[in-house]
């Protein structure tokens, strides 16, 4: 399997393990990780999901080149429906999936590595980890989203100099431009990505669903659609038993102090 999976209390730690190939996403890969999120997604039991590297070297190296060139070899309908839309089913799914995902980048993120990073709510980096948009000196553009991510993410003239350059940058500097959350010795990488789950998990599942959903699907709308997502978000919760359960917990803390 080229992807482990380990279950740790009400958080599963996914694992791309192809460490040999610098855990690149050949499309078995891919497949497998889209797989392994729907039973995430179907699991009431799991709250968060930790997506990481096998070994020391690299979260993901990008896409697998010998699978990629063979594609392009068939021409474009062929290199379109086996790269692009593969690779921006995995990007979407995990921008979009309900649960949050946490991405811990053990090493190398880079061109497909960098697009998961991208695509995920959140990302801790380990300080020996480092980005990069690599796709331009093989003659294409980010195919897995990374051309629309990036620049959104950390703004046109940050994110084009990376795409353009297709150099790499250091896990500060991703922190910097707002890429990943924050940078963590190697050691507590894993520990500080389950304790980030573990500070969201402990809020209702139906509020944490909201809140993703209402960023994630307003962030690039003008602001009035995106403060009617939000409306929309928030009328759904409205009568969930999470906001009884939280509104009465604060009722009672005010009468007690009051």
């Known amino acids: 399997m080229s992807v482990r999976v380990e279950r740790d209390g ?25 797989a392994q999120l729907d039973r995430i997604d179907s699991d009431d039991r799991v709250r968060a999901v930790v997506l990481t590297g096998a070994g020391r070297r690299a979260f993901s190296a990008g896409a697998d080149i010998p699978s990629l060139a063979e594609s ?8 379109l429906r086996e790269i692009v839309r593969r690779g921006h089913a ?3 799914r995990i921008e979009e999936f309900p649960k949050p995902v946490i991405v811990a ?21 380990a300080e020996h980890a480092a980005f990069a948009k690599p796709e331009i000196s093989l003659g294409f553009p980010p195919p897995f989203g990374g051309s629309q991510r990036l620049p959104r993410h950390v703004g046109r003239k940050r994110g084009l100099e990376m795409i353009l350059t297709g150099e790499p940058i250091p896990a500060a500097r991703a922190a910097e431009i707002g890429l990943v959350n924050t ?12 304790d980030l789950a573990a500070r969201i998990i402990r809020h209702t599942p139906t509020a944490v669903a909201a809140c993703l959903r209402a960023v994630t699907r ?3 709308l ?9 409306a929309a978000c928030f009328a759904a919760t409205a009568p969930t038993d999470g906001v009884q359960t939280g509104l009465r917990r604060f009722l009672d803390r005010e009468a007690v102090t009051g």
């Open 105 to 125: 980048v053990n090493g190398l993120a880079y061109g497909g590595g960098c697009e998961i990073t991208e695509a995920a709510p959140l990302a801790i980096a």
């Open 222 to 230: 003008p602001i009035d659609e995106g403060l009617a997502v939000e």
């Open 183 to 194: 940078v963590v010795p190697a050691d507590e990488l894993l520990d500080a990505s389950r």
């Open 10 to 34: 009400q958080v599963v730690v996914l694992t791309i393990d192809r460490e040999q190939k610098l855990n690149a996403l050949d499309y078995p890969t891919i497949d497998a990780l889209l």
């Open 72 to 79: 392009i070899a068939g021409g474009p309908e062929r290199a």
């Open 90 to 92: 995995l990007t979407r």
């Open 218 to 220: 307003g962030i690039n």
